[in-house]
């Protein structure tokens, strides 16, 4: 990356305006996700209810012994993850707001509009993050109690008294538990309001990106708060097997989004309708799809 691109870059994401909130904020989101969950629930049950698949799949792969060592890596990397799979809430939360239509059929609707490209890249680096987590963990695994899918696992029994009743086991829960929470800092300031900005058609990802960071930095208590409340809710709905998360999911998408309108302030105007704009010389046709709706 060039320094004038880097620079511009920095421009952009100064050209958002970020806001200093406060719990009350936090409050008020998670309460018109709520209101947001009950309104549209009707359509958006059905939906949410794929998100616990992933779980099971989850605990279906680590049939095989030889993953077992990743099976909770697998189920904590919903929250890497989580920011993307919400686009499609925080869609219907934007229409909602816009008082238009906000039946399930919009879900899909960030991945096939003007901002489908963005989105995808936005995505992608997540997904790689996700990858990292899961090749940390397994590294962390095999170096510790011995056992990983490269490794090999002899039984579960085997597995679980070794890492419950040894110390190498300790150990692996230790800098699992550290090196996973540094992958959920990461992913809580580069995903705080970059995902709902590209949905918005606010910016490209990556000015998506540096105002997520800037947004942190300026609200850095405020950041944790939402981030314990997260984590907390997550869990929560991971019990019992993961039913939970057909609630949680949906509140946390629809309440991202209502705390993105409170963090930054929004290009008058925006919309998220498709446009027709024409690729010039100094306007590459890669970058024509970021431009703001207006």
């Not at 880097?6 to 998670?30: F, K, N, S, Y």
């Not at 090999?152 to 110390?167: D, S």
């Not at 997520?212 to 809710?233: D, Q």
């Not at 930054?264 to 799809?289: F, H, K």
């Amino acid at each position: 990356m060039t320094v004038t691109h880097a620079t511009g870059l920095a421009a952009a994401a100064e050209a958002h305006p970020i806001r200093r909130i406060t719990q009350h904020d936090l409050d008020w989101a998670l309460a018109e996700g709520w209101r947001d969950f009950r309104a549209m629930r009707g359509d958006i049950v059905v939906i949410a209810l794929l998100y616990p698949v992933i779980g099971f799949a989850a605990a279906a792969v680590t049939i095989d012994n030889r993953l077992l060592p990743v099976f909770f890596p697998l189920v904590a990397g919903v929250s890497i993850l989580g920011p993307a799979a919400a686009s499609g809430f925080y869609e219907l939360a934007r229409r909602r707001e816009a008082g238009l239509d906000a039946s399930w059929i919009h879900f899909l609707d960030p991945f096939r509009g003007p901002n489908r490209y963005s989105l995808e890249i936005l995505t992608g680096c997540f997904v790689i993050l996700f990858l990292l987590w899961l090749a940390a963990a397994s590294t962390i695994a095999a170096v510790t109690v011995g056992y990983g899918p490269a490794v090999g696992v002899v039984g579960a029994a085997a597995f679980i008294h070794r890492v419950l009743y040894t110390p190498e086991g300790w150990t692996m829960i230790l800098l699992g538990n550290l090196v996973g929470f540094l992958f959920a800092v990461v992913t809580l300031v580069l995903g705080l309001v970059s995902f709902p900005m590209v949905v918005d058609g606010a910016a490209d990802p990556w000015t998506a990106v540096l105002t997520s960071i800037r947004a942190v930095r300026k609200n850095p208590t405020i950041t944790e708060y939402w981030g314990l409340r997260v984590a907390g809710l997550l869990a929560l709905g991971c019990l019992p097997v993961f039913i939970g998360l057909a609630i949680v999911l949906p509140v946390l998408g629809y309440a991202t989004w209502h705390l993105y309108t409170r963090v930054v302030e929004r290009t008058a105007g925006v919309s998220n309708e498709p446009i027709e704009r024409v690729a010039t010389e100094r306007t590459p046709a890669w970058r024509i799809q970021w431009s703001p709706r207006k």
